[in-house]
């Protein structure tokens, strides 16, 4: 007996002098991770985490997500956001972590801020804000107003604004950040947003001008985030107040920055929306040729249909989170239908039950299916199953068209993003009422749309593109007297493929934006 006690004694002993090989590897891979980062290389680190996620155990498994969950804020990728979020809350709820489940909610309340859905975003900083004030967690307060502000920010309503920021700051200020953080800046980004918001709140223009200018110039030697945030933030405003020629070296500079950067695979739209903002810049600064070189770069440096197949991947990701209680229902029937088969002393009683259940798992089967191929804002087929769709039926009597709502940034700029939502759902309504028996539609991402019309020897296609433009401009709105408008870029004979096709109506929607909008254009149709 004295023997087996020794040799527990002596395990347990082992045990805690010799720290797990996943730790140990978790801390090895943290310094390798921050290695990494500062060289720029999120490829990589990225990489890393990945691979220490799939040899995690429960309590790593969290640490891991957050490092994760940074790398993804950073490169503003919303998908992985909202799948890695969901992760978080979920380990947390099991381990009974309040404040990892706090955090969880902070980056699910991101990822909705960044997709412009305010209203979603607050509902999850709210059950942030909830779990610090019920846990004392200063971190989750100072989280709440900082976005607080942001959003009041981005409606103009800056003194709103500033008092929010002023708020989250005397929280962040006493706040305690756990080892497992890697950026942790959240401060600094707080300062950059409360300078330019006492800017534009207490100064004259001019003064506004210099002031956040020089507010950007002073985080050149930044760290990668708050250098991209200072130089980004500032020169959208200077955009805003007309300084243009202000705003030109500050978003070249953040160009610059980001292109020394590794991303590799790594799906990012930074780039994108950074280009849009400098090429703004260049075509009021009258730098014509500048602008359009960087569009149409940007515009078709990419493969769209790789594109398309990794947005649905993630998705289809996404889905299996959110449809996990209606598939556990589904396979619960599935179970059921078996136990009774297996009474056959009752068999008609067996019939009936099993019938009724197979509906239901019909039924269930065909919401799951419903909604992996439709747009969850306005029920039309989403870009997957319409490509999908649109490959396996292409023939020389198919169109293509892409439409595009007019001016859409200046209607979530001025009315919100709700607002703005609405006006994508009510287009939606009129496409699909316009192309009913003679094609089919699918939202192709924010206010672009994609039509196609099948049959076109019996139908003509610009006849339906022009009814279509004109069905939106006859809509009325409450919010505005002004029609809203569409321009439409029309393919009449169809392509050997969808990238083909896409890129040539594409290019057709460019120029009919250029030549004034709320027009057809098309190059191949007998008119």
Not at 390 to 419: P, Q
Not at 427 to 445: D, F, N, P, Q, S
Not at 517 to 525: E, V
Request: hydrophobic share 40%.
């Amino acid at each position: 007996m004295i023997k087996k006690i020794t040799v527990i004694l002596l395990l347990i002993i082992f045990i805690i002098s010799n720290p797990t090989p996943v730790s140990a590897t978790l801390e090895t891979d943290k310094d390798t991770i921050n290695a990494l980062i500062n060289d720029k290389n999120f490829e990589e680190a990225y990489k890393v985490l990945n691979d220490s996620l799939l040899e995690a155990d429960n309590d790593q498994n969290t640490k891991v997500l957050r490092m994760i969950l940074e790398i993804d804020t950073l490169i503003g990728d919303t998908d992985q956001l909202l799948l890695h979020g969901l992760e978080l809350v979920d380990s947390s709820i099991q381990n009974k972590d309040s404040f990892n489940e706090m955090i969880g909610y902070y980056y699910l309340g991101n990822v909705y801020y960044k997709l412009y859905e305010d209203t979603k975003a607050l509902e999850y900083f709210e059950k942030m804000l909830d779990l610090a004030n019920r846990n004392g967690y200063e971190l989750g307060k100072g989280l709440y107003h900082t976005f607080s502000g942001l959003i009041t920010y981005s409606y103009e309503e800056y003194d709103a604004a500033l008092e929010s920021f002023v708020i989250a700051k005397s929280h962040l200020e006493k706040a305690i950040l756990d080892e497992d953080w890697v950026f942790g800046e959240f401060l600094e980004e707080n300062e950059i947003m409360l300078t330019i918001t006492n800017s534009l709140v207490n100064d004259a223009t001019e003064a506004q001008i210099q002031n956040i200018e020089a507010n950007a110039l002073s985080y050149l030697d930044s760290s990668w985030n708050l250098k991209l945030t200072a130089l980004w933030e500032s020169s959208y405003i200077l955009n805003k107040l007309g300084a243009y020629e202000k705003a030109v070296p500050l978003l070249e500079e953040a160009h610059e920055h980001l292109e020394t950067t590794n991303f590799g695979d790594l799906y990012t739209k930074l780039a994108d929306y950074l280009s849009y903002d400098l090429a703004y810049a260049y075509y009021n600064t009258g730098d014509y040729q500048k602008s359009s070189e960087l569009i149409l770069e940007e515009a078709y440096d990419f493969d769209t249909k790789a594109e398309v197949d990794r947005f649905e991947l993630i998705n289809e990701k996404l889905r299996t989170l959110e449809n996990r209680s209606l598939e556990a229902e589904s396979q619960r029937q599935m179970r059921i239908i078996g136990i009774i088969s297996a009474f056959s002393l009752l068999l008609i009683l067996l019939i009936l039950i099993i019938i009724k259940e197979y509906f239901k798992v019909k039924s269930l089967t065909k919401e799951v299916y419903e909604k992996s191929i439709k747009d969850g804002l306005t029920g039309l087929y989403n870009r997957m199953a319409l490509v999908d769709r649109y490959e396996k039926e292409i023939s020389s009597k198919t169109a293509l068209a892409i439409v595009d709502i007019d001016d859409f940034k200046d209607i979530n700029d001025s009315f919100g993003h709700l607002i703005g939502d609405e006006v994508i759902r009510k287009v939606a309504e009129v496409i699909e009422h316009t192309m009913m028996g003679i094609g089919y539609a699918g939202r192709y991402g924010g206010e672009e749309f994609l039509i196609v019309i099948q049959n076109t020897e019996k139908t003509n296609p610009w006849d339906i593109a022009e009814a279509l433009r004109i069905n939106v401009q006859s809509v009325s709105w409450s919010f505005k007297s002004e029609p809203i408008t569409v321009s439409i870029g029309l393919l009449c004979h169809s392509k050997s493929n969808f990238d083909e096709g896409f890129k040539t109506v594409d290019e057709l929607l460019y120029a009919a934006k250029e030549s004034g909008k709320n027009m057809t254009l098309s190059t191949d149709c007998n008119l």
